[in-house]
């Protein structure tokens, strides 16, 4: 599915941040990135999904044998690509039914599929509203403004069930979450996990992997993953914090 | 922002003009130059009755004294009056048209261009047009059906030949003769414009519209348009503007009074999209235009909603004079300046009458090289008790050359009164586009949302089919396509 190979990359015209990565996420895996504050997190999932302040200098990133980082951020999630951001964007006066129609035709339409009618989507988007046990009336305000944190964080996953893509990037969904909030954004991704459909979470903290059991575990310091594993690597990680991690990997 | 989004911003800001064509007429034009035989010249073609020449005469005398008013935040040159002709109407038969089929060919294809529902389309719009060309109506359609309910929806010309009383007694009401420069310069030479009187307790049951359009070349257009909504009455009007594309710039300076008895309310709405000028700021109308409300009796309400898009220059006020107790003024816009283009746009609200309510909205939109500002007054006077204002000016940034500006004024003379005001600038956000795309929303449809919300509290004040052609021209003036 997703094939990153020496991946380097740094902030456009400034300091490098990612130093050589290579992953391979297979299909209908869950993966999950962890590690200390400027690590690169968040800068991976930056690049994978194009953002332009960051600047690829080496390496290579493939999904399903395509060149990514060749394709712009629309062509990218027309291939499936999704990112839950760490921090939802507000757009005032446009409502979260119409924006994420918007976004669903746009898909639909470049990959030369029907585009949805006005009722044939709110049908749609009903459902996976009571899938992210979410009131219809957040479908009619407008996206992301004045909501709370954990409406925000609920509202990625919306849009993820909406647009189903067969990559979803996860960035610290987690972050912000009460434990309630945290079960339902989980019970969300989960009930989408499927066969067809890989997931990378990015994540600070091991709590959220208690909800969401990932397959496999990286742990990414200084701008290189220094260990990968299986769910035990994060019980080591909340019993011991990063600390040894770091250390082990002569942090860079 | 980066390189690319800049790239995309300017390739959708400096969209050509889509609209501009020349219709192949013989027109009936009189020589550039404005003097008392010119102002005698029109009174006499539209056979005038004495005291409307007087009135005229009156006009230009006082424009003489008058000087240009150039505190508006826009540069311009001076102006020369004398190079300007005053009259231009379109040659057809000497009786001029009595329905469609009379209508020049050519006319009726430059309608059918701008995509004015004049015939079947109206019926079905359900819109009554009265059609402007240059400066003499040529078409109006639905007078009969409206006529059975008492109301007079006609052309200026027209209305001064078979209601001369309702003329006489509210021209100039509103906005008197002398009330500014080019109110006066149109007072003197005004060529046509509308009219619409609305009797006692009768809803207008359509929207009534008119388009108007600057053809010929290097003349003024002087639209004079009246409306009166007698007590209890209601009445929505459309306006809608186009021009074809032509080098030199255009003056258009149009007056228009709008009077609300008790009860009454008029909703006045406008979608300008005169042609703005090219890239250089070569070309391009300029918009000087006095707009007045006043709310004569207890509970009218007057409320402008207007789009601007177009104009190399726009200067224009749209106002309320709240003088009825408990009356109600509204203001609602969009103003869009993108490449060279300079709007110098807002309102003035006066509060008279006892528990006046006003409400201003204005967003404003800069792109490219172009100047957007903001100039409101606030005005309570000393018996206004319990007025309320509340205004809300937003600017958005779409470059970094543009620029926006506000300058806001209230008068308060009265203790009781509460006024607020709020106002915010923003850039587009990266974010926001970004966030857009990654859901896979192309770039140019992104940028069309974001601004869409932007003005989303102004667009659901127009009409609907308004407000459809309102999104069309924002995405003209500033995309490539809305989603």
């Known amino acids: 599915m997703l094939e990153i190979s020496g991946l380097h990359a740094r902030v456009a015209n400034g300091a490098e941040i990612l130093k050589g990565i290579s992953l391979t996420v297979g299909k209908g895996e869950v993966h999950a990135i962890m590690g200390p504050n400027g690590s690169g997190k968040s800068t991976l999932a930056g690049v994978l999904v194009g953002r332009d302040r960051f600047e690829v200098t080496a390496g290579s990133v493939t999904l399903e044998g395509a060149d990514l980082l060749a394709l712009t951020p629309e062509e990218r999630a027309v291939r499936g690509v999704f990112l839950g951001f760490q921090y939802p964007v507000e757009i005032p006066g446009i409502t979260n039914a119409y924006f994420l129609r918007t976004a669903l035709n746009s898909v639909r339409k470049a990959r030369g599929q029907t585009e949805l009618d006005a009722m044939e989507f709110l049908t749609l988007l009903k459902q996976k509203a009571r899938l992210m046990e979410m009131d219809p009336s957040f479908l009619n305000r407008s996206v992301n403004e004045g909501f709370s944190g954990g409406e925000k964080k609920r509202n990625e996953i919306l849009q993820m069930a909406v647009l189903e893509p067969r990559l979803a990037i996860l960035d610290e969904t987690d972050s912000g979450l009460d434990i309630d909030a945290l079960k339902v954004v989980a ?42 594993g299986g769910r035990e690597l994060a019980l080591a990680l909340e019993a011991q914090g990063y600390g040894w991690i770091e250390s082990a990997a002569g942090k860079a | ?49 004495e005291w409307l020449l007087d009135w005229r005469l009156q006009s230009y005398r006082t424009w003489l004294s008058m000087h240009e ?10 102006i020369d009056y004398q190079a300007i002709s005053y009259f231009a109407a379109p040659k057809t038969n000497k009786d001029g048209p009595k329905s469609l089929e009379d209508v020049d060919p050519e006319l009726l294809k430059t309608y059918e261009k701008l995509g004015i529902p004049l015939q079947e389309r109206a019926a079905l719009a359900g819109v009554a047009v009265d059609a ?16 059975e309910l008492g109301i007079i929806f006609c ?130 109308i300029f918009n000087f235009v006095t707009k007045r409300g ?51 746009t807002g309102t003035k609200m006066v509060h008279i009458g006892r528990n006046t309510r006003s409400t201003i909205v204005s967003k404003g939109i800069s792109a490219g090289h172009g100047q957007n500002t903001y100039r409101g007054l606030v005005k309570v006077g000393r018996n206004a008790h319990n007025a309320r204002n509340h205004s809300q000016c937003d600017s958005l940034l779409m470059s970094s050359a543009c620029g926006a500006h506000t300058f806001p004024v209230i008068e308060v003379a009265n203790t009781s009164a509460v006024v607020e005001h709020e106002a915010t600038t923003s850039r587009i ?26 003005c989303k509290s102004v667009f659901k004040e127009l009409p609907m089919e308004f407000a459809v052609e309102a999104q069309k021209l924002l995405q003209v003036s500033l995309e490539g396509s809305v989603g």
């Open chain 2, 155 to 284: 052309s200026f010309s027209e209305a001064v030949r078979e209601h001369p009383e309702l003329v006489r007694r509210y021209l100039g009401s509103v906005v008197p003769r002398t009330d500014n420069f080019y109110a006066a310069l149109n007072s003197a030479v005004f060529s046509d414009g509308s009219f619409v009187y609305v009797p006692k307790g009768v809803r207008c049951p359509m929207e009534l519209s008119t388009y108007f359009r600057i053809n010929a070349k290097g003349t003024g257009q002087f639209e004079r348009t009246l409306i009166v909504a007698d007590e209890g009455a209601q009445v929505s009007y459309l306006e809608g503007c186009t021009a074809p594309k032509r080098d030199e710039n255009q003056l258009h300076a149009a007056v228009v009074e709008l009077v609300a008895m008790a009860d009454a309310k008029i909703k006045y709405s406008t979608v300008q999209n005169w042609y703005p000028g090219d890239k250089e700021g070569r070309g391009g």
């Open chain 2, 132 to 147: 402007v060309f240059d400066s003499v109506s040529v078409a109006t359609t639905y007078k009969g059906k409206l006529a």
């Open chain 2, 294 to 344: 006043l709310c004569a009796g207890r509970r009218a309400h007057i409320s402008w909603t207007q789009v601007e898009t177009g104009s190399a220059i726009t200067w224009k006020y749209p106002s309320v004079v709240l003088k009825g107790d408990e009356s109600v003024g509204e203001f609602y816009s969009v103003a869009v300046t993108a490449n060279r283009q300079q709007a110098d």
């Open chain 1, 187 to 228: 019970a969300g991704v989960n009930a989408l996990r499927s066969p067809e459909r890989s997931v990378i979470l990015v994540t600070h903290y091991q709590r959220l992997l208690d909800h969401i059991v990932p397959d496999h575990i990286h742990v990414l310091a200084g701008g290189r993953i220094v260990k990968s």
């Open chain 2, 429 to 454: 956000s990266e974010d926001q586009l970004f966030y857009c795309r990654q859901r896979g929303i192309p770039q140019e449809e992104a940028v069309a949302l974001i601004v869409n919300g932007f």
């Open chain 2, 1 to 49: 922002m980066s390189a690319e989004e800049n790239k995309t911003l300017n390739n959708l800001t400096e969209q050509e003009y889509s609209y501009g064509f020349v219709s192949d007429l013989e027109q009936e034009i009189i020589p550039p130059g404005l003097s008392e035989d010119v102002v005698r010249w029109i009174s006499r073609k539209k056979e005038e009755p």
């Open chain 2, 69 to 78: 008013p150039h505190w508006a935040r826009a540069d311009y040159p001076v």
